[in-house]
């Protein structure tokens, strides 16, 4: 068995139609346990959530920060309210995506817009 390692994860947006080569300015960092094959260690996670913060930038808005949650039925999810009940923006399959240099993953926000980003670092904690 692997075992995880708590990463920073940093995600870009990717390419939108209103922007056509991708945003630097927009996207979010994230600390996460992720194992040697990029995945999110759900058992890590438990004993370390509290470590597990997100910081999410989008130029022309003020950054928001929030947790690294685990939801019932096993999907993940950022959320910036305490109580984890509002302003939840969910991770598209993070479950079983590997998190790796030049991979997509897509987040839908709280007005259920779905966006896609690329992973361009991930560096140890």
Request: net charge negative; hydrophobic share 35%.
């Amino acid at each position: 068995m692997s075992q995880a390692i708590m990463k920073k994860v940093r995600l870009n947006l990717a390419r939108t139609h209103d922007h056509p080569y991708g945003s630097a300015q927009h996207g979010y960092e994230f600390v996460a346990p992720l194992d040697e094959e990029g995945h999110i260690d759900a058992e890590v996670w438990r004993a370390r959530r509290s470590e597990c913060r997100v910081r999410r930038f989008w130029q022309g808005e003020n950054a928001e920060h929030g947790h690294l949650i685990h939801r019932p039925g096993g999907s993940w999810a950022f959320t910036y309210d305490i109580d984890g009940e509002d302003d939840v923006e969910a991770g598209y399959r993070f479950g079983v995506h590997a998190f790796k240099i030049g991979e997509y993953v897509s987040i839908k926000d709280e007005d259920g817009d779905l966006f896609t980003f690329q992973v361009v670092t991930i560096e140890p904690v």
